[in-house]
């Protein structure tokens, strides 16, 4: 059964979707990524966190940003 791994970085403009892509091809994983941003192309969402078996963040700052908007989830965040 694949693994839903969650790429973020701050705009989901480079970083974020070049994990998304070097893994889009793999089956053992199904991919997506997002921003933390309000102005990212793709931003951060809860129903993201939930679909997520584990969500890599880019900085350190990526996951504060994370647990402390989505407080009430319980993230796997590396």
Same mark, same amino acid.
């Given at each position: 059964? *694949?693994? #839903? !791994?969650? &790429?973020?970085? @701050? +705009? #989901?403009?480079?970083? @974020? *979707?070049? %994990?998304?892509? !070097?893994?889009?091809?793999? *089956?053992?994983? #199904?991919?997506?990524?997002? %921003?933390?941003?309000?102005?990212? /192309? +793709?931003?951060? @969402?809860? *129903? ?7 969500? !890599?963040?880019?900085?350190? /700052?990526?996951? /504060?940003?994370?647990?402390? +908007? &989505?407080? #009430? !989830? ?5």
């Amino acid at each position: 059964m *694949p693994v #839903n !791994l969650l &790429f973020v970085c @701050s +705009q #989901n403009k480079w970083r @974020s *979707p070049t %994990g998304e892509t !070097l893994y889009r091809n793999d *089956p053992r994983v #199904n991919v997506r990524s997002a %921003g933390t941003s309000a102005s990212a /192309k +793709q931003r951060i @969402s809860e *129903p993201d966190l939930i679909w997520a078996d584990l969500v !890599l963040v880019m900085e350190n /700052k990526h996951k /504060k940003i994370i647990t402390s +908007q &989505f407080r #009430n !989830l319980d993230l796997p965040l590396i």
